[in-house]
T-cell receptor, first 112, second 115 residues
Framework: QKEVEQDPGPLSVPEGAIVSLNCTYS??????FMWYRQYSRKGPELLMY????GNKEDGRFTAQVDKSSKYISLFIRDSQPSDSATYLC????????????FGSGTQLTVLP | GAVVSQHPSRVICKSGTSVKIECRSL??????MFWYRQFPKKSLMLMAT?????????EQGVEKDKFLINHASLTLSTLTVTSAHPEDSSFYIC???????????FGPGTRLTVL
């Protein structure tokens, strides 16, 4: 079993839809959770950074962490064609030599 | 966040040659950088941790004599793929550790094609 599981998609939605992207994990030591967006042939871009459980909102993006269920989500409201990309979840434990464990990525296409 | 550049963005070389990829932290002093490799439609695979002024730490299965890493300053780390072969063709990405715990900022990547 992988430490981090992420549905690879592909996921295709119409413009304006609410998108839900999810990751589950098995390592209860993970405390830091991130979401990255990666456009084709580009490096990942940090979208959201959260610590422990709870919600965090930034514009159209909301990150949720449920440590009791070992489940994290990224919601995108009013999705735009420019949101079409691969979304990677990443997480880390305290004192883990600064390394991240990545999900496999979900490919999202927002259709105009 | 930190701004990270990589050079070159794309390189094509013949089998047996060596290729050097530079990773620069433009606005941030980076004591730690990471090097990743990514295959098409796959996630990032950590290759090594680059620490300024000391030897890099390689992940299991990564040949340190094949992938030479030098982190000579707080703004520059280099990855040299020695005696490259077609199976080394991949997308190589570096990252810089930010201020928050385990936060990483990535470079734009370098696409290496070995003929």
């Amino acid at each position: 079993q992988k430490e981090v599981e992420q549905d690879p998609g592909p996921l295709s939605v119409p413009e304006g839809a609410i998108v839900s992207l999810n990751c589950t994990y098995s390592n209860s030591a993970f405390q830091y959770f991130m979401w990255y967006r990666q456009y084709s042939r580009k490096g990942p871009e940090l979208l959201m950074y959260t610590y422990s459980s709870g919600n965090k909102e930034d514009g159209r993006f909301t990150a949720q962490v449920d440590k009791s269920s070992k489940y994290i989500s990224l919601f995108i409201r009013d999705s735009q064609p420019s949101d079409s990309a691969t979304y990677l979840c990443a997480m880390s434990a305290a004192g883990s030599a600064r390394q991240l464990t990545f999900g496999s990525g979900t490919q999202l296409t927002v259709l105009p | 966040g930190a701004v990270v550049s990589q050079h070159p963005s794309r390189v094509i070389c013949k089998s047996g040659t060596s290729v050097k990829i530079e990773c620069r932290s433009l606005d941030f002093q980076a004591t730690t950088m990471f090097w990743y490799r990514q295959f098409p439609k796959k996630s990032l695979m950590l290759m090594a941790t680059s620490n300024e002024g000391s030897k890099a730490t390689y992940e299991q299965g990564v040949e340190k004599d094949k992938f030479l890493i030098n982190h000579a300053s707080l703004t520059l780390s280099t990855l040299t793929v020695t005696s490259a072969h077609p199976e080394d063709s991949s997308f190589y990405i570096c990252s810089v550790v930010g201020y928050r715990h385990n936060e990483q900022f990535f470079g734009p990547g370098t696409r290496l094609t070995v003929l």
